[in-house]
């Protein structure tokens, strides 16, 4: 891992890398891992792992941030898929940050870990003067993530996916004084 020039984040435990076109390999097993994507209501497809990927690429050319790879700093090992982000929200794009922590890490706090970094990099490197995170209802984990990093629900909205109604809570933090 030492050879990769630029780290995009890191944290106490945590470096992160932008995705690279040949990662299909590296974060497949979470996408297409039904129990860590259940927000999704399905583990994703070969087609929807490329596609996913493809669409991090263009998010870091068109939007200049996006999903990162997490790797444990003593290990290598990728833990997580986490970022800052551009959202599209239905009052317009506001800057995210997201965070998708690979089950064998669930419960050791790499979550806020991931989503506090992110909102570091969206406040600090991207200039957001607010941060959100867009959250299932039912997703109480990610909820957990979201209040603990400070955020609070400010709104909801329903996303269309897969042709299904999915409600979204909006949770937002303005940037600090």
């Known amino acids: 891992m030492e050879d990769i020039p630029h780290w995009i984040m890191q944290t106490e ?12 390999a590296l974060i497949a097993p979470i996408l297409q891992d039904e129990k860590i994507m259940y927000a999704w209501e399905h583990g994703f497809d070969y087609n929807e792992v490329c596609d996913w990927l493809a669409d991090e690429l263009r998010r870091y050319r068109e939007d200049g ?4 790879a997490g790797f444990d700093r003593q290990t290598g090992e990728l833990v997580a898929l986490a970022g800052a982000l551009v959202e599209q929200l239905p009052e317009g794009p506001a800057y995210g940050v997201a965070y998708i922590v690979d089950r064998r890490h669930w419960g050791k706090g790499y ?40 955020m ?8 269309h996916y897969r042709g299904k109604d999915m409600p979204h809570i909006i949770y937002e933090l303005r940037r600090p004084e």
């Not at 435990?13 to 299909?24: S, V």
């Not at 970094?117 to 959100?132: C, I, N, T």
């Not at 609070?152 to 996303?159: C, L, N, S, T």
Request: charged share 35%; with cysteine.
């Open 152 to 159: 609070k629900p400010a709104g909801e909205f329903i996303r």
């Open 13 to 24: 435990r945590l470096r992160f890398r932008r995705l690279r076109a040949d990662d299909f």
């Open 65 to 68: 941030c996006g999903h990162c």
């Open 111 to 150: 979550g806020v870990e991931c989503a506090t970094a992110s909102l570091r990099r969206a406040f600090l490197e991207l200039g957001a003067d607010r941060a959100v995170a867009v959250i299932r209802p039912e997703n109480r984990s990610s909820r957990r993530v979201a209040e603990a990093c400070g």
